[in-house]
């Protein structure tokens, strides 16, 4: 398995409070993404980074800051978590340019924002 | 505006059966499709990327074809097995490199 690691697995917390998401590889690959998973909606983008401090918007970034400051390490932030943000994160890495294509995935991170 | 379509939503068969997973889209001008298995909590795990210029990948019992001027992607599994119960997802880019477009997926069991 790829070296992805999510963390934390599950968070609960409040309404406007801040949050933040830690996606780890050990794998050196250049792209880096953050999808969330949503029934209904499935898997869309929310960030993704092509290099150190090199980052990009998604489909549904509105919420949501990102940093990537070492290679291995892209963070996810909510600012002011909303229950609407409540959902399964993805992190996802690629080596490849692909048009985006991700390569491998993390297990996710279960968020609940009551 | 792309539009993707994965059929059946759901498919149970019994162990040893071949089986075909479909994904049908809008627009036939793709650069590549990627199909993916989802294990009950977990990420997604890539299993076959068929360039533009590709017609099919096969990666042991799995073969992936893809026909863009019918908008179509399908997914032959042979000789199913227990193991082989997971969502099954197609996604490929949108013109626009940062929006990818993932299928709803189809979820399959394999009874033994």
């Known amino acids: 398995d790829a070296g992805i690691t999510q963390s934390p697995r599950h968070k609960v917390t409040e309404t406007g409070t801040p949050v933040t998401l830690r996606c780890h590889q050990t794998?050196?690959?250049?792209?880096m993404y953050w999808y969330r998973q949503d029934p209904g909606h499935g898997l869309r983008l929310i960030h993704y980074s092509y290099g150190v401090k090199d980052t990009d918007k998604g489909e549904v970034s509105d919420g949501y800051s990102v940093s990537r400051s070492k290679t291995e390490d892209f963070l996810l932030t909510l600012e002011s978590a909303t229950s609407s943000q409540t959902s399964v994160y993805f992190c996802a890495i690629s080596d490849r340019g692909e048009n985006n294509q991700p390569q491998h995935f993390g297990d996710g991170t279960r968020l609940s924002i009551l | 505006k792309q539009e993707v379509t994965q059929i059946p939503a759901a498919l149970s068969v019994p162990e040893g059966e071949n089986l075909v997973l479909n994904c049908s889209f809008t627009?036939?001008?793709?650069?590549?499709l990627q199909w993916f298995r989802q294990d009950p909590g977990k990420g997604l795990t890539s299993l076959l990327l068929?360039?533009?210029?590709?017609r099919e990948q096969t990666s042991g019992r799995l073969n992936a074809s893809l026909d863009k001027s019918s908008g179509r992607s399908t997914l032959y599994i042979a000789a199913s097995q227990p193991g082989d119960s997971a969502t099954y997802l197609c996604a490929f880019p949108r013109s626009s490199a940062s929006k990818i477009i993932f299928g709803s997926g189809t979820r399959l069991s394999i009874r033994p």
């Open positions: 794998e050196n690959h250049r792209y």
């Open positions: 068929i360039q533009s210029s590709q």
């Open positions: 627009d036939s001008a793709i650069y590549n």
